[in-house]
């Protein structure tokens, strides 16, 4: 092993990175930061909850809401396609039929998202 340790698994965003490597360490924590500001939600004055439960609340956001829910939509939409290892839709755009249901926890994250899209058959 040539003293070399093993890797490390963050407890809190699943990355896998080398103890000993600052690399890693840095990569690691440029990830935190991104989804850090991805997932924060300190909430809106018009926004539209749909259901409010004991660990959180719904909010429902569409392609006609203000600029910052849809930039937050976009940005919580491109942090669950990467996560997913999807290629996300054209940046910037929001499917003009789509809703976004975020489950936002009381202390002001997004912790959870469901994009819905009509289909035709």
């Known amino acids: 092993e040539a003293g070399q340790q093993g890797a490390l698994q963050c407890g809190s965003c699943g990355m896998l990175l080398a103890a000993g490597v600052a ?49 937050k939509a976009w940005a919580v939409l491109e942090q669950a396609d990467a996560e997913l290892g999807f290629p996300g839709p054209f940046p910037g755009q929001f499917p003009g039929n789509s809703r976004l249901y975020l489950f936002i926890h009381p202390r002001g994250a997004v912790i959870g998202c469901a994009e819905a899209q009509p289909i035709r058959q």
């Open 23 to 71: 690399e890693d360490r840095l990569q690691h924590l440029r990830h935190h930061l991104r989804l850090r500001h991805a997932l924060r939600f300190p909430g809106w004055k018009s926004e539209r909850v749909v259901a409010e439960f004991w660990d959180g609340r719904i909010v429902l956001v569409l392609p006609g809401d203000p600029k910052y829910a849809l930039s």
